[in-house]
């Protein structure tokens, strides 16, 4: 019995510290050890049903009693009753959940196992290519995933530094039981927000086909007017392993089950996906001699525009090593082993974060395989494994049953977030999260739902895609997939979401002006450099080396910026830089300046785009000779043969920036049909008049 109450008193504990606001009227600060050993122990049951409360009829926030008033009240409460409920505790539950709570709605996070809170079961990062740009935006909208990568993060880089800034991305790779416990102790933490774990079943749908709530595996009833379902790869998961299979959603943790055959009763149409996690091994018995370091970068980036929460903090060094000869023919020998190429699993995997049998080294090979496999590479080869490498299948629904809200167009109240709607990768799924979860709050307030424009971010551009394209593979997000993706940088991500934030009701009044004193700096730079004028000088002439062209007299600091290589360092150098901006502040007005052309003509690019809807596509098109079209479009677009424009915008997988190099392809093909053609007259014409002269 002691060590049965010692475990309710922690899980208890972690949802109310014993020093909480909660904690005078159940424990004294003084209360001792002995004491809390003979409490009741039926007590921590009271606490699992501490939120309990009646709904109000009006479909207007729950106001929370205090705890004292719920414990003596609670018999005559046959349910739990909440504005929003989330079905899952990963990354897109969390964000789901918090941004809810954070609105004033009484929410309820029901996850498979709480200790697995904004687990990272694959690689350990966050960020990189278009999906740094994902978490500067969840982060202006208010959200945690930036801030909690900030502060546990064991590396930082910034990629693609030597191109623009639209495809520049800062990727961490994080410690990922910190990361996880941080983000349990926000949420934990977190007012309105109540956690507890349950399998979820199935959805309890009133006679309006709006969701009424959820009711578990073991009968318990849950009600909300809003429902979130963030269950990643849960939902029916099974793990691969060779031709050997389990149930589950991740290695040592059980699949959800039921819930799919639920949502098919009610019309949904579900399919199976694929994704994988590598092995792991000992550091200790690798070699890293021979293996390309890859440090950190000296000067740190951060994901939140909150500079309260930029920690600094000892960065570890990453290693390089590569695939061999070796690898690549044990991996061919054995192809017939594997979960897909062997034909037991017939759902696809993500494109973009392939397996070893494609590209990456996730793999579904046999155990007796895998540390063969591994001692190929370069410093590994007396390595020992300690985790098998694992393939995981699992149960999702096509998005395009959701609205751009992330509702679903079946069930009123009813929202799919994260891998359910067919996504790969812990950003994608905390882009969706915060949406849902603002939606689910404001849908039980009786308030309209945001929608994201993909011209007003990532996230728009993510769910867009999703909603509109019928995706039958993991979607990664990439830069290439936006056609704003100029206007839509990491840099600016604040100042196009955080006013809408702070509508909302997530930005707070120390954020916001945080926020607005930047975009003063910014502004009031921007003018200063419009009006300092330099006439000759040491500035002037390395301007003049550095961008190989010459500088004007009293040309004025701006037009020094926009000159090719030119940085804002260089005017630091000189003694013509603001000493009172951060870098940050810096590298923002260097950006609006130095881009501005490039901005104005994409936006013209997009306004000219509107016309070209409509027109005919050659039907002996070659489209795997067009080397600007990524391979996923050329693979598509021959497949499908679209008639027009738009309908080749609407094949799933064909980015908007496909289309963009399709019609310059198109517009250069009948140009040089043109010429020919004027060609060929001009010569019919000479042979006229060559044969007139003859028979004169």
Known sequence: MATTLAIHLSRFGSQFPLFSRFAPRLFPKQCSLSLIRRIDPRFHFY??????IHHSPRRRFCVSASASQELNNHSDTPDERYDVIIVGGGHAGCEAALASARLGAKTLLLTLNIDRIAWQPCNPAVGGPAKSQLVHEVDALGGEIGKVADRCYLQKRVLNVSRGPAVRALRAQTDKREYALEMQKIVESTPHLSVREAMVTDILVGKNDNVEGVQTFFGMKFYAPSVVLTTGTFMSGKIWIGRTSMPAGRAGEAA???????????????????????ARVDCRTVDFSGLE????????????????????????????????????????????????????VEAKGPRYCPSIEDKGFSTGLPERLQLPLLRTLPGLEKCSMLR?????????????????????KKIEGLFFSGQINGTTGYEEAAAQGILSGINAARHSDGK????????????????????????????????????????????????????????????DDMRWKTYQDKQARISEEKKRLKTVRVSGGDLAAEVSEV??????????????????????????????????LSRVDKECAEIDIKYEGFILRQQNQLRQMAHQQHRRLPEDLD???????????????????????????????????DITALVIILESNRRKALHQTRLASTLVDEGQQVSKAINI
């Open 448 to 507: 309209p739902l945001i929608v994201l424009e993909r011209e007003s971010s990532y996230i728009g551009t993510l769910i867009d895609d999703l909603v509109t394209k019928d995706l039958r593979e993991p979607y990664r997000m990439l830069t290439s997939r936006s056609e704003h993706r100029l206007l839509l940088r990491s840099d600016n991500a604040d100042s196009r979401l955080t006013p809408l934030g702070r509508e909302i009701g997530l930005i």
């Open 293 to 344: 370091p890859q440090h950190g970068d000296e000067e740190i980036s951060w994901f939140s525009f909150d500079p309260n929460y930029h920690t600094v903090r000892e960065q570890m060094c990453c290693y390089l090593t590569r695939t061999t000869k070796k690898t690549h023919q044990l991996i061919k020998e054995n192809l017939h082993e594997t979960p897909t190429y062997g034909g037991w």
């Open 623 to 657: 489209y795997y000779a067009m080397t600007t079209l990524s391979n996923e479009s050329r693979e598509k677009l021959s497949k499908v043969r679209p008639q027009t424009i738009g309908q080749a915008s609407r094949v799933g997988g064909v980015s908007p920036a």
């Open 388 to 408: 098998l490498a694992y393939a995981v299948e699992y149960d999702y629904l096509p998005a395009y049953q959701c609205f751009r809200s992330l509702m679903t």
């Open 256 to 278: 959800s089950q039921g819930l799919t055959e639920n949502l098919q009763q009610f019309g949904f149409e579900t399919d199976r996906l694929k994704t994988g996690t590598p």
């Open 47 to 52: 606490c699992a049903l501490f939120s309990s």
């Open 547 to 580: 961008s190989g062209q010459p500088v004007k007299e009293s040309s004025t600091l701006e037009s020094l910026l926009k000159k090719p290589h030119v940085q804002y360092k260089l005017f630091d150098k000189h003694g013509f830089g603001n000493a009172q």
